[in-house]
């Protein structure tokens, strides 16, 4: 078991608009609602959970520097930054923890040649596209398996 039983969840740009964007695509769930299925998920498993959101690419990587290491492992949701920023990228590769990388929508069933590249996935253990919310929760049922 890891001593320290400390879950990073993090999500990129625009994410806080979940419930109200494209819900066609994303669906109607909050990131708010998200958290709390995340909250209640890691409090059976006796996990502390630092979720936040951020739209600056460089604060997600400051706090990613800064909460990562250490970590039982991080789930994020790089948004946009999935698709360019191989300074995330560079980050979540330096830590070395456990990573899953979750999209709420399936990247490969999207319009736009540019959503089906993710520059980040090759830093993740894996990637969950698709399954909606769940994803998060699916995600944290990977890392509590392979948690030592
Ligand atoms: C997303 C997919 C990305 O392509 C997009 O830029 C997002 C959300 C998802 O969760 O499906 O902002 O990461």
Redesign the pocket.
């Known amino acids: 078991m890891n001593s320290t039983r400390r879950l990073v969840v993090a999500n990129?740009?625009?994410?806080n608009l979940l419930g109200t964007?494209e819900p066609e695509?994303?669906g109607r769930t909050t990131l708010a609602e998200i958290q709390a299925m995340v909250d209640a998920r890691a409090a059976e498993l006796g996990w502390s959970v630092s979720f936040f959101q951020t739209n600056h690419e460089g604060e997600l990587i400051d706090r990613l520097q800064r909460e990562g290491p250490g970590a039982l492992g991080i789930v994020i949701?790089?948004?946009?930054?999935?698709?360019y920023s191989y300074a995330l990228m560079d980050c979540l590769r330096a830590i070395r923890v456990p990573i899953v990388e979750?999209?709420?929508?399936?990247?490969f069933a999207?319009a736009?040649a540019?959503?089906q590249q993710s520059v980040t996935a090759p830093a993740a253990a894996g990637i969950i596209?698709?399954l909606g919310p769940h994803?998060y929760l699916l995600a944290m049922e990977y890392l509590n398996a392979v948690d030592e």
């Open positions: 990129g740009p625009n994410l964007r695509i994303y949701n790089p948004a946009a930054f999935t698709h979750v999209h709420i929508s399936n990247l999207r736009g540019f959503r596209s698709g994803g």
